[in-house]
């Protein structure tokens, strides 16, 4: 993934700070909105890994801070509900101007409300995604409960909200009161994804239920059983940004060729988020290599030994099918089973070229073979998983040229 940091104004001359990512070494065959939720920032670890499961799926993703949070400029006080549309709007001017409008909306939370409110104003939008969102907007305002007494006789408050001071005035309450919740989701007019917990004890299910019963066909929901609101553990957000991604090419234009935009072979990317999650892109094909847990690692993918031995597994089961095609042998399967430690060089009992010290890399390949062959042909195999072209590179002299890319 590729990320830009970028800025845009919104209606009142405030200055949004944003993120774009791009996906890895191939452009973009749509672009979404991020909306985060109630007093948060774009730099949310859920936002992320929303984020960074779009991307690997081929979209670029932009989030932003809304007025006043995160990097944004302006007063958190001065903004509402309404301005926080504005602020979708932009954004979605800044894409439309810069790279090619949205047309996925994904909002969490008060986000997934705004998305929802601000979707209708947006032609390009053509699907929008909400991720524990509440109904009605002014379901967040129980979270100003402490303040509620001193908003309503002073016109503001100093209020706690996630263990964080916020000032907040009556005309923040009064907007989202202000807005009719029914009419805007019976009259989105867009594909609808739901996805809520269960669980979620701050934006009850229940919610969920209400906006799909006002929402018209093409609608859909997808629990997130077990989930927080937050999505705080990694692996719920992942798979809330996966199941987004493979619902939302049932209603976006996907173009019939899509490849990558450099003539590299593979690009790997690493950003400065928790762990060693890196992203790897293969002509279209995206994949995650990581670390476990016990070396610090998120285990979202293989390790990079992991995926050595998958080059070295892959090209023998291809190399074997192939030559039993070609001699017309009655092959029916391959499975190769791998595996890689470091052995001390005078315990191993193979012919080493020079004097081979100390501790060395030992691949080791247990090939079953399924069909009704007779030993000679099961032998003759055996001999060609020997000459798999990444076996001869692994067995090769290799050349490894490294640069700093300018």
């Known amino acids: 993934m590729k990320n830009q940091r970028i800025s845009f104004a919104n209606p009142d001359g405030t200055s949004l700070a944003g993120v774009l990512e791009l996906p890895l070494d191939r452009h973009p065959h749509n672009y979404a909105l991020f909306a985060h939720c109630f007093t948060c920032n774009k730099n949310l670890s859920a936002v992320r890994h929303i984020t960074r499961a779009l991307t690997a799926n081929g979209f670029g993703v932009l989030r932003f801070d809304f007025t006043g949070l995160g990097e944004s400029e302006g007063e958190f006080a001065e903004s509402n509900f309404s301005s926080n549309l504005s602020d979708l709007e932009s954004a979605a001017e800044f894409l439309t101007k810069k790279h090619v409008a949205p047309t996925l909306l994904v909002g969490h939370s008060l986000g997934g409300a705004a998305v929802l409110a601000v979707a209708s104003r947006l032609d390009s939008v053509?699907?929008?995604?909400?991720?524990?969102?509440?109904?009605?907007?002014?379901?967040?305002?129980?979270?100003?409960?402490?303040?509620?007494?001193?908003?309503?006789?002073?016109?503001?408050?100093?209020?706690?909200?996630?263990?964080?001071?916020?000032?907040?005035?009556?005309?923040?309450?009064?907007?989202?009161?202000?807005?009719?919740?029914?009419?805007?989701?019976?009259?989105?007019?867009?594909?609808?994804?739901?996805?809520?917990?269960?669980?979620?004890?701050?934006?009850?299910?229940?919610?969920?239920a209400a906006i799909y019963q006002h929402a018209k066909h093409p609608k859909s929901f997808i629990s997130l059983d077990g989930a927080d609101h937050l999505l705080s553990v990694s692996a719920d957000s992942r798979y809330a940004g996966n199941m987004i991604a493979s619902w939302v090419n049932r209603y976006i234009d996907l173009p019939q060729t899509e490849g990558p935009s450099t003539d590299q072979q593979l690009v790997a990317s690493?950003?400065?988020?928790?762990?060693?999650?890196?992203?790897?892109?293969?002509?279209?094909?995206?994949?995650?290599?990581?670390?476990?847990?016990?070396?610090?690692?998120?285990?979202?993918?293989?390790?990079?030994?992991?995926?050595?031995?998958?080059?070295?597994?892959?090209?023998?089961?291809?190399?074997?099918?192939?030559?039993?095609?070609?001699?017309?042998?009655?092959?029916?399967?391959?499975?190769?089973?791998?595996?890689?430690?470091?052995?001390?060089?005078?315990?191993?009992?193979?012919?080493?070229?020079?004097?081979?010290?100390?501790?060395?890399?030992?691949?080791?390949?247990?090939?079953?073979?399924?069909?009704?062959?007779?030993?000679?042909?099961?032998?003759?195999?055996?001999?060609?998983a020997d000459r798999c072209p990444v076996h001869r590179t692994l067995e090769g002299d290799i050349l490894i040229t490294t640069e700093l890319k300018k």
């Open 270 to 384: 690493i950003d400065d988020t928790k762990g060693f999650t890196v992203n790897m892109q293969a002509g279209r094909h995206a994949m995650l290599a990581d670390e476990p847990h016990s070396v610090g690692g998120n285990d979202f993918g293989a390790t990079p030994y992991d995926y050595v031995l998958g080059g070295l597994g892959s090209c023998t089961a291809m190399t074997l099918k192939m030559y039993a095609q070609r001699k017309k042998w009655p092959l029916k399967g391959v499975t190769v089973h791998l595996n890689h430690d470091k052995i001390h060089a005078q315990d191993c009992e193979c012919d080493l070229e020079g004097d081979a010290k100390g501790r060395i890399d030992r691949l080791q390949r247990l090939i079953e073979i399924e069909g009704e062959l007779d030993t000679e042909q099961r032998e003759r195999l055996l001999e060609i």
């Open 126 to 208: 053509k699907a929008v995604a909400t991720i524990g969102a509440p109904f009605s907007p002014d379901h967040v305002t129980h979270l100003l409960a402490d303040g509620a007494d001193d908003i309503e006789r002073s016109g503001e408050a100093q209020v706690n909200i996630g263990g964080r001071p916020f000032r907040v005035q009556k005309q923040f309450i009064d907007d989202l009161k202000a807005q009719d919740p029914g009419t805007t989701v019976s009259n989105l007019r867009k594909a609808l994804l739901v996805m809520h917990s269960p669980q979620d004890i701050i934006v009850g299910v229940a919610n969920a």
